[in-house]
């Protein structure tokens, strides 16, 4: 059973930082992309970010750009999110989602195929 488990959400205060983890079970972690997906109350979900094991590349949405870090570590199965110099408007549930296999891409700040969900963590930044 493929699972996706995203944690270390929680309250910092702005200016702040948390780091995030997706860690994944039940499926190879060799060709992959990690996409990472906010919604804060009353908004639609968004991408965050993507991060590809292909070449390791990593992509950005531009409110994030500059303050969020994606990394992996494939010898745990895991993605990483260092979050920076939080804001108040970085409050959301952060989600993230695979897309497995050799055809799986990013395609701007998102997978371009999702086939796992993981369930969310609340980030919480107060000002």
């Known amino acids: 059973e493929v699972q996706l488990q995203a944690s270390g959400g929680g309250l910092v205060q702005a200016g702040g930082s948390l780091r995030l983890s997706c860690a994944a079970s039940g499926f190879t972690f060799d060709d992959y992309v990690i996409g990472w997906f906010r919604q804060a109350p009353g908004k639609e979900r968004g991408g965050v970010g993507c991060?590809?094991?292909?070449?390791?590349?990593?992509h950005y949405a531009d409110s994030v750009k500059g303050r969020f870090t994606m990394s992996s570590d494939n010898a745990k199965n895991t993605v990483y999110l260092q979050m920076n110099l939080l804001k108040p408007e970085d409050t959301a549930v952060y989600y993230c989602a695979a897309d497995v296999g050799e055809q799986a891409h990013c395609a701007g700040t998102a997978p371009y195929a999702i086939d796992y969900w993981g369930k969310g963590t609340q980030v919480t930044v107060s000002s």
């Open positions: 991060i590809s094991s292909s070449d390791g590349s990593t």
